[in-house]
């Protein structure tokens, strides 16, 4: 008989491509769906909220810079790593939302799918979203898609992981950076996903995960003066919260997704469509003299 102890993981926060503790030191008992004890997960403060905005700040210029065809490229590389790891995810969802190890897998591999998905809209998605436009003149006037700046989302509750890839990856794809805050009751999915985004290409800062309280850090993030949208998808539960982070959003303009259904639960197997990439891009026009 083996007298050995195992090594229990220690989650940590995923911010400017590094693994800090929360600042404030404090931490959260995360358990199962028959509250079991599972791990103890970092929880967030509003000091590690704003930290991951001057990380996905700094790593915006260079993410937004890069062509449309490296992103897609550097996102199937973090599908290619999430399938190496497949089991490992699946056994964190099944804990997480109270699955068999089937269903959970099953939703590993539409978050996979998904993730592939859209890494393969990167170099497309100009082509529905600009437009040479027709003009009385003789102008070429071309609109294009550019990125709206730092998103921060706020992930789904109920949905661990597929819904987290269904939040996360759309608003990278077109060059957005992202602060996210995990689901509060099931954050390890989405803490593990940190450490596979830090062994891909994918460049520090263009994904920030925070762990915590939704009610804490929405706050803070929806009145953060240097975030530029925000995605709500997390408080579809609370309509209080969601109509709260709306009115801080509007003090400096920000684009604001809501919840598809506030007050009720969303179907992230759902087809996604385009919504959610479209959300988060703004509209160039250029106007240029014919035969110039």
């Known amino acids: 008989?083996?007298?050995?102890?195992?090594?229990?993981?220690?989650?940590?926060?995923?911010?400017?491509?590094?693994?800090?503790?929360?600042?404030?030191?404090r931490v959260y008992e995360v358990t199962d769906s028959k509250d079991n004890w599972l791990a103890n997960a970092p929880l967030s403060s509003r000091k590690d909220a704003r930290d991951a905005v001057v990380a996905a700040r700094k790593a915006f210029g260079g993410w937004s810079g890069a062509t449309a065809y490296n992103r897609g490229q550097i996102l199937y590389r973090v599908a290619e790593m999430l399938e190496g790891r497949r089991e490992q995810f699946a056994a964190e969802v099944a804990d997480a939302e109270g699955l068999s190890k089937a269903k959970a897998a099953a939703?590993?591999?539409?978050a996979i799918d998904r993730w592939v998905w859209y890494a393969g809209w990167s170099d497309k998605v100009a082509q529905i979203a600009g437009s040479a436009n027709p003009v009385a003149g003789p102008y070429f006037n071309l609109s294009s898609p550019e990125p709206t700046g730092v998103v921060a989302v706020l992930a789904p509750q109920e949905s661990s992981f597929l819904g987290l890839v269904?939040?996360?990856a759309p608003a990278i794809?077109?060059?957005?950076?992202?602060?996210?805050?995990?689901?509060?009751?099931?954050?390890?999915?989405?803490?593990s996903l940190g450490e596979v985004?830090?062994?891909?290409?994918?460049?520090?800062?263009?994904v920030n995960i925070l762990s915590g309280r939704v009610n804490e850090l929405g706050g803070p993030l929806a009145a953060h003066q240097d975030v530029n949208a925000i995605d709500l998808a997390g408080a579809?539960?609370?309509?209080e919260l969601v109509k709260a982070l709306e009115t801080a959003a509007a003090d400096n303009l920000k684009r604001v997704l809501r919840p598809q259904a506030v007050g009720g639960a969303v179907d992230w197997t759902a087809d996604p469509g385009t919504e959610r990439m479209l959300a988060f891009l703004e509209t160039k026009t250029v106007w240029h003299p014919m035969g110039v």
Request: no cysteine; hydrophobic share 40%; proline share 6%.
């Open 166 to 168: 269904s939040v996360i």
């Open 173 to 191: 794809v077109t060059g957005n950076t992202a602060v996210v805050v995990t689901s509060e009751k099931a954050p390890l999915p989405a803490l």
């Open 107 to 110: 939703q590993v591999d539409a």
């Open 236 to 239: 579809a539960a609370d309509a």
């Open 197 to 206: 985004l830090a062994t891909s290409d994918l460049p520090g800062g263009v």
């Open 1 to 25: 008989m083996s007298d050995r102890l195992s090594v229990l993981k220690t989650y940590k926060l995923y911010v400017g491509g590094k693994f800090p503790r929360s600042e404030s030191g």
